[in-house]
């Protein structure tokens, strides 16, 4: 499947045109995310770079990524959006080591963004999926190869200046060069908490980063890589301007933080099922244990700390892992990006049905879900079924805005008789399958399912819906 | 200027392009307005009809509307904008005395708003100018007529229905038919307390209301209006679906509401400045006034209520009324809809000036203003000096959003030095005048504010901005 | 009534002793009031100095005020009770024209407040009511003497310091020297805007404050009154401390305290039941009303003033007074010291009821109140009908805290068909009257209400109540 | 140590009076609590039915609790302090299965609170320890056998009557009967999960507890204790009333609470400093982890279940217990009832100091603490050092109020350089130790440390503290 021969688009638009005709969305995921790093083959990327080392992809290709975004786009999108300094627009610049931000209040347009830019600073849009659906479109395929959101910010760099400070990030970076040339500097972590960190770091002085492992000068259509923790500056050469857009996941997406939801909740079980952890401290713990006893000598503080270790040793037997896995779900699916749809996924959705006013009347209302029809989830990651305790709900993704969590996570209760429905229709992607496949009890409840999910986005149709044979109503 | 022959638009898209041409945008909005209402002179309705009486206009002509609205454009909406339901839309219904919402969550798409539609539903659209810019326009352009916002709703009712209960609104009621027709009652107020009231009614059952005082039959192009207070229902023959689209204006816009700012103010200014109203009570008074004692004959209750009354009638001595309009008027300016540019104005203002991205740099940055630069403020109502105490600030609706009161008002705050000028061009509107002639104390404080006001949008001038001669500045 | 004479009590323990076989709350008042500007008539007092001019009472009589308080039962206080600095008590200084706060954290105990005493520090406590009987006492009688809460602080202060600086406040003070001496200076308000001030002034220097008017030493047993806005300042001379306790009323007690209350509630009235309110404001006002157009030469200036001038010379009809006077009321009710029982009243009253534990089981439960029963309110301002449209209450203080304000005001609906009878109950005061009297409907009517009053604490009876003869109940 | 016979107080009050010559807080709080449960032996009391099962201890002693709380001091209560229905105290009836609250609003006096009882309902008094100082005295003493707070409620049941339905508590109980008699019965935890449970039950049915394992009469100086989730209900005989005390402990006080703090904190430290904890989560987890995958056979699940075992394994490494157990301990600390001192502790403490207003002046001000004075902490549990990242705090108790969290925990900071002293301190108890011995850099921090303590009530001196020579300083 991860064949990038298969899709060989010559540009971008041609590339995303192709995958409008794969019909799993990993595919289209996988075959994106191939295009992104060729020619590095994904598989050695993933087990060899990924979260480990920095890699720079030189492609003596100025096209390679056109058509994702330009300044000519920046442009437009100033002029025609509502972009708002500080909100979605930054105004920096580094200047003998100090770095400082210009924002000032109000909606950000050219005639004062080009301005500052004129003047040497740098311009870091925010966020460019809300305002370019080219950008919304590449992300939103994108995140299914991560199971984890795909962001992005795009930077723009007078020639001769630099806008930021050396520093590290908290997620794994892609910075693709779209226009002009940059020089990049790449540092290693400067000591072992500081691989793969939970957080960013502030930004450092020269002195305190070392000497660079990557010394490198990316020019449009080439890659940099590196992983959360790399110290990182780039500035551009006195004779070219830059424009890249960094392509951004894995934040705060570790094992550690999928255990912050697991461990209060097996501890939660354990002390409900295991008479163990309700049992009494002893009398006197607070005699022996505390900082202000931590340097005695007490054979009672070896025991309470080998029982806590042995009751903490039990918490595994007592882990909801799964329940847990549906939390961070929950938290990734209401990060995501809404699916954009393609014609003919939209011709058999909800969202592009014939239904409509036409001729001073309503036509095709009332089109007809049978038995036979065939459908799917719209794509493998925009729907999921979470259960929390007594419900089970089913949480999906179609609804969400472009813009990060401007709505909540949108969800609804799913009765316990149609589970099984809906797990089979997840299951069963990307075939489609028939209403009437779906194991529920009754052919009414086959229908009522599919039209909830149909309304609500989730799936689509193998062909389109056709109105029932017309008997005038009114 | 009232002179509705000056601009004879065969339709309305002729109209708001003859509008452009006019300078002044209350002349504007008085054109506007007058074709609305026409063939009734704006003069004589605003004395005889406006706020007094309901007024019917038949036209005889279908397409008298035309453009500003109409169901396919609702089509489109449904599917092209984030239509929730229960935000954007409601789906009503009126049945047997009944009055039902029948609201699901989530978006309003049209598969499902024409399937209510068909099952002989209402479909009420809140707030179209916030998807439909000839709506925007309009309303824009009529605010500047009011005074006050004007707001609008769009009803579309199936043949042979009716989507609401009789009732009573806050506002003035322009209903303008769109498409199809509509059967309309309109009755008196019930009492001389419901005459222009505060609130709306709640539902009326038909026993509660009386006669209609009026009984028509709106076609498309005709005109309905009554004031709030007068209780109206409208239902759709047999026949013919209706669409019509209510303007309306004057929510919280009476003498009273102003009163709720100026008196609290007057009592503060009082007791700042007139020792009466800091002396302390009689010793006793808990002993004669207050509910339990109001039968008590008392001599002491009348010199209490005396002095009371006195106090109250010195009051408007201290009124500080200019800073009470102040008040209000940014509540006005904060609910007002954001101008529509022409694009003359677009040309000559922030908005569209020539600043861009161009052939991989930036063109026509820094372009001059001088003091020779011919300016006006964009809107007569677009801008406003209000004083809080100390400061002064210029309130501004340049950058309101079509969703009402999506964002905060904005204002900044002018230097004494400053405020002159400002006066002085908001009183030159709609003529332009040289930068020149601003009473600034320097030319660098002309120019400077003349900048800023720019930038803001608040300001355009009368020749699109050039850029100066170049000298190469990298 | 103000006979100064009937009541002669040699010192305040006898005085409060008389005041106890004083039936009329008021009457105490007024007594104990006497006593405390003696030989100052009460009359003239209120009609030529009160709000008007400072007053300077030397007696020669160091045990006048004794037994109100002392630093001895200070000392029992900082003992005995939980006295939190910068809660209950601040350490001040006044050094070198600079006033500061030393106020640790924590509980105030001797060991360290007489350390910061000896340091040459001042002592301030603050609300003593709460800690000592006899100034709660005296306090609670006097508020009905001003209708209005009567507060205190207690000062003490080492020779030759001083603990404040010069200053105004916002209340009526009564400087009752207690101990030792003290030089006092009080000097005329600075302006005719600071006189009865709304606010307490900051801290002066001795630039800012002028001559002073009075300049006296107060030894034990004098007094001093100054009205709020006079500026004062006290020091120690070398040979002596000092103690002294003001008591103060009438803060936020004015004419304008009162219109805050009357005067929204009037145009609320104003708005329901008069059009002339609701009409709409002219189109065009913004115009030329508000700051910008302050210089504008319009004649719809004129008018328009004069109409808002005319809409505000309305408003005192539509004045619900006596409602406003309650809302009032209420305030000054939550503000007031609950009453403290004479040893009859207790007797006589719910809290001093003789049912009680004795002998392993309960005595005198269920006694009874028949129709013959006398009852009277406890206090003349202890309770008071207050509407608020469509329920009628009764507000209380006897369930007050000492703390002020550590309780919310209490009360309770009365119905409708009992209001006639709790007024006839506040009107009879200070006569007692027969359950059988009150003007209810019933006899069981009448009973329940006087037994409701009585577990409140609002009435109590002329006899103490006794047990029904016993029928042995188990 | 826990030698019952050393203290053999005929009464409670001469045993109460013998332990303040004992002076090792923990070993008073031995010795009560062995006087409570008397004739068992305490260590074989909590090695074998502490947490395991009830216990009934019969003693043909009217007297033998003695002292402790009465139905007259109840009545003294109600009479002298405030006690308000449904805050401090509860009307409960349990008639015919069902079980009724009868709280009035507003202050519980006797007149009221005797009528309900009178009628056959029970009374519950909330924390008498707010109210009645030696129930303060008791509770205080026991806490530091127990290592948690000690609580207390008092019910008083009429003849004949119950005030309960069957439930269990989520504390362990000591049911203290004061006067007459009471009928108990016990029941096992219904299930497994219900031994020692987490929270307290609902009221139950007779029908759902099965059968009693204990069924017995409590008379005046009998115990009955039994540990929480052990069903109970006690009814009164119709020949006595009924008045008993239940003193309580260990309310969430298991390992399992403990661990709420320990593990998330291990889990912070391991991301911190253990890279496997910070290391991306699969690429493609979310396809096979959930409850929607939870049955799915895919070798990933395996794999990935085994990866967060080991992870969780791991944790017990990082887990930072004694700040864990501080954090706990805090909690104790803010519950813990504040010391009642004896009279010689009072004494020699800034609560008793001779430091006094006598004679109109100071006396016994700055008195001396020198390197020779002898200090310890007032009680073994009174203070600890709590460290929370950067800086150490020591946490005291002698601020508490008697009211149940009145008061934030009190705290301050600590110098690093005073910490050694303060533990050496803590250490020591219950032996005096020289300001001297205080291991300080110099003599003014021993001096300065001393003093701090010393004035927040935290330390007493052997001998009461003296004033310096006198040399007069004004």
Known sequence: VEDGDKVTGESLDALLAELTRVNNSRERASLLFQWLIRPVPAKAFFS?????????????????????????????????????YGVNLDITSYVNGKRETHNPPGRALPFTVWDFYESGCSVRLLNPQAFCSTVWNVL??????????????????????????????????????????????????????????????????????????????????DLLYFPRGFIHQGNCLPDAHS?????????????????????????????????????????DYLTYMGVQNSDKEDPRRAKFLSRIESLMKKLPNYAP???????????????????????????????GAATRWADGTVKDVGVLITTKTQIKIIRAMCARLCSDGDAVHICYTTDNSRVYHKEELQSFEIQTEHTDAVEFLIHSYPKFVTVESLPCDSVQDKIALAELLFEKGIIHTAEPLKSPPTVHSH
Chains 1, 2, 3, 4 share one sequence.
Request: glycine share 6%; hydrophobic share 40%; charged share 25%.
């Open 48 to 84: 060899e770079t990924w979260e480990k080392k920095p890699v720079f992809v030189p492609r003596k290709n100025p096209d390679y990524y056109k058509g994702l975004f330009s300044t000519a786009e920046f442009d437009r999108i100033l002029r025609e959006e509502n972009v708002q």
């Open 140 to 221: 939103s395929i994108l995140q299914e190869q991560f199971g984890s959101m795909a962001g992005a910010n795009v930077y723009l760099t007078p020639p001769g200046t630099q806008g930021f400070a050396p520093h590290y990030d908290d997620i794994e970076a892609f910075v693709v060069q779209l226009e002009g040339k940059k020089h990049w500097r790449v540092y290693n972590p400067r000591s072992e908490e500081e691989v793969l960190p939970v957080l960013s770091s502030p930004n450092f002085d020269q002195a305190e980063i070392g000497k660079p492992i990557l010394d490198v000068v990316l020019e449009a259509g």
């Open 243 to 283: 424009l890249h857009i960094t392509i951004s996941s894995y934040q705060k997406n570790s094992w550690g933080d999928l255990l912050q939801k697991v461990i209060p909740a097996a501890l939660g079980v354990a002390m409900e099922e295991d008479v163990a952890f309700r049992r009494g401290l002893p009398l």
């Open 321 to 351: 892992v799964d329940a847990a896995v549906d939390q961070k779900a929950k938290e990734v699916l209401h990060d995501c990006l809404p699916p954009v749809l393609t014609p003919n996924e939209l011709a058999t959705s909800v969202q």
